[in-house]
């Protein structure tokens, strides 16, 4: 295969941004397209074959794109631009940098990351209920909550309600002091450390203590009608059947509901089912409900999250794989060594 070189212009004010500390990403790039870069006086040589040339180019050309928009660059973009690029679908970051949601109270813009956190906006603008399954760090919780926020502040809906189940990763309410609000705090920790940085503390406590923001368990939305509200249920996973019926059969008119959870990472009591899970089967055929399906491409948390979750369904993968091939195995020998069992069986029954 032929060697090739071209050259690539970077603007001298976006040179820091595009490439990195430390030339960080420019080695990022070398390593995963097997191109060689030299960067002199304004200008990229990057070396190699036809293919990979070419989608180096295409890959700093979106970064340059983007850091002329005003974005810092991060690994993530980076990394991503290039999973894009082994697709051929480069311009997409472009445009998933156009969608801005609403900006944190430091000023800094919120948007989608990646195509699978566009498509879930876009779902949550379309439809009244929303589902968005997918591992840590996809911005389920974090964009749902910017949506709702916007929603507020340009009178869309008269109140946001955030609720979660107070379900413990392997310990016990009991353990901790205080009362019962005191004692499921915590639990919801992560949905107050979202108002705070997306309205501000003094925002959210204004707003809380004249009922508009509520943050609260589950279980204290049974018997309640939820109208002209934004409502997101988060870790949803951890609730049973009878909760998440319960959940969906409060919201009342003018309401946009967001359900968020990560299917992999249940609490519940050994065999008992998930709501997120049931809920997702029995409402696929209604049209007015969307579900996003955040995969681990959309991670954008650090890197090594990425590579965790990827691990992990890789590990999962096979154990599924081996505990379906030990069984047929196990299933075969049962046949073949007691074949005479089913014929008993079946004798024996009375009429």
């Known amino acids: 295969m032929s060697i090739v070189e071209t050259m690539i212009d970077i603007p001298m004010n976006h040179e820091k941004n595009v490439f990195g500390q430390f030339d960080a990403y420019i080695k990022l790039i070398e390593r995963n397209l097997n191109v060689t870069i030299v960067s002199r006086n304004g200008e990229l040589k990057v070396i190699g074959n036809q293919e990979n040339v070419s989608k180096a180019k295409s890959v700093f050309l979106q970064l340059i794109e983007l850091s002329k928009r005003g974005n810092t660059i991060t690994e993530q973009n980076v990394t991503y631009a290039l999973a894009l690029s082994a697709e051929n679908k480069e311009s997409q970051i472009v445009e998933i940098d156009s969608d801005l949601i ?65 379900i413990e990763a392997g310990e016990k309410l009991g353990f901790l002091p205080g009362d019962l609000q005191s004692k499921v705090d915590p ?26 923001i509520e943050v609260a368990p589950l279980a204290y939305m049974r018997g309640r009608t939820l109208d002209n509200a934004f409502i997101i249920l988060d870790e949803a996973q951890n ?21 968020t959870g990560d299917l992999t990472q249940k609490d519940l009591p050994a065999g008992t089912s998930s709501g997120l899970e049931q809920a997702l089967k029995v409402l696929e055929r209604v049209e007015e409900i969307g579900v996003s399906h955040l995969t681990n491409q959309d991670v954008v948390r650090h890197p090594l999250v990425q590579k965790i979750v990827k691990a992990y369904d890789t590990y999962e993968e096979k154990q599924a794989a081996w505990n379906d091939r030990r069984k047929k195995i196990e299933d075969k020998t049962d046949k073949t060594t007691y074949p005479h069992i089913k014929k008993k069986s079946k004798s024996n029954k009375r009429g």
């Open 102 to 166: 609403c900006n944190t109270i430091q000023g800094r813009p919120i948007k989608p990351k990646t195509m699978g956190q566009k498509q879930y906006v876009d779902q949550m603008r379309k439809k009244m209920i929303v589902f968005g399954v997918g591992p840590a760090g996809t911005g389920k919780t974090y964009l749902a909550m910017a949506m709702g926020i916007n929603a507020f502040k340009n009178d869309e809906v008269s109140k946001i309600i955030l609720t979660r189940p107070a």
């Open 239 to 259: 609730t049973t059947p009878a909760q998440m019926k319960m959940f969906l059969t409060r919201i009342g008119f003018g309401s946009k509901v967001v359900i």
């Open 187 to 212: 639990y919801l920790r992560p949905l107050y450390d979202a108002l705070y940085q997306i309205m501000g503390p003094d925002s959210y406590l204004k707003n809380a203590e004249k009922g508009l």
